[in-house]
């Protein structure tokens, strides 16, 4: 039986990655899309994304446009897999008889 | 955890999914509705206050200024969520409009409207534009399209010097409000 991911399951982080399950498999998204969408701030996001990226459930490119450096940010196969487990643990949790 | 809270991590994991879904495809959306609601506005304003040959240069101006804003929304945006798709629905989206305006032109020199139907044509020929480009890009742009289509018809048929005063007020400053609705609501 799938069970919670501690790592995943604080609310912040929860839509954190369920922002970047709605992504394609090789799509990325832009920090600061991410840090508008989710109305966080820039040390906020930061903190939680350092948190995912060791769990290794998502990588981080650093890349430079027109001379500024921008950070773009997607799922790993292996956040994609925790994500979906800890929504079937969600899932069961539901269809548990009361 | 209680059923409670598991119902509402499943609620709060399909917002997070339907809003970062709606933003890519339409979040940026709104500034384009802005750009070409001040081309509007000003240009059909400038018809009926300034001379025909100097609202003429307004008019070269606007457009100028709504296809290079367009261009750096259009890269700006796309920037946000990298994917090989994305950069080729770009480029799909580009030749659409360039295909428009080309065969815009040709039906002009094939119709050859009569001068006071000039705002006429080219604003149902717009409106179907959007139209046209909203089926594959946007619900609102579609909408949109076809407001202004109706917009027009209607306003010509019933008070045909009232036109320009109709496209501007109604037409650019309808797309100006629909631009910053979408701004705010699709963030």
């Known amino acids: 039986m799938p069970e919670l991911d501690p790592i995943i399951h604080q609310p912040a982080r929860l839509r954190l990655m369920a922002a970047l399950e709605a992504l394609k498999p090789d799509e990325s998204v832009e920090f600061a899309f991410l840090r508008d969408l989710l109305d966080l701030t820039d040390g ?27 950070t773009y940010v997607a799922m790993t196969s292996r956040g994609r897999k925790a994500f979906q487990s800890h929504v079937q643990a969600l899932r069961a949790i539901l269809a548990r008889p009361s | 955890m209680e059923r409670h809270e598991a119902l509402e ?65 259009g890269i700006r945006l796309g920037r946000r969520v ?23 032109a040709l039906l002009y020199w ?31 742009l579609l909408l949109t399209g076809l407001a202004i289509s109706a917009l027009a018809a209607v306003v010509w048929t019933a008070f045909p010097s009232a036109l320009p005063y109709a496209l501007s007020l109604l037409g650019g400053g309808g797309m100006i ?6 701004l705010r609501a699709w963030k």
């Open chain 2, 9 to 73: 991590s499943l609620k709060i994991i399909d917002e997070a999914m339907a809003q970062t879904r709606r933003a890519i495809a339409h979040g940026g959306s709104g500034y384009f509705f802005i750009i070409w609601g001040i081309v509007w506005l000003v240009g059909f304003l400038a018809n009926e206050l300034l001379a025909p040959h100097t609202a003429g240069y307004v008019w070269l101006a606007l457009d100028a200024f709504g296809l290079v804003g367009s261009v750096i929304v």
């Open chain 1, 44 to 70: 906020n996001l930061g903190a939680h994304l350092r948190r995912l990226e060791e769990a290794g459930y998502l990588r981080m490119e650093k890349t430079f446009v027109e001379r500024k450096p921008r």
């Open chain 2, 82 to 104: 990298r994917s090989p798709e994305g950069r080729r629905s770009g480029l799909r989206a580009a030749a659409l409009w360039a295909l428009l305006i080309a065969y815009g």
């Open chain 2, 177 to 182: 409000g629909v631009g910053v609705y979408m």
């Open chain 2, 110 to 140: 094939a119709a050859s409207p009569p001068l006071e139907r000039l705002s006429l044509f080219v604003t149902l020929f717009v409106g179907f534009g959007y139209a046209i480009a909203g089926l594959w890009i946007s619900t609102p």
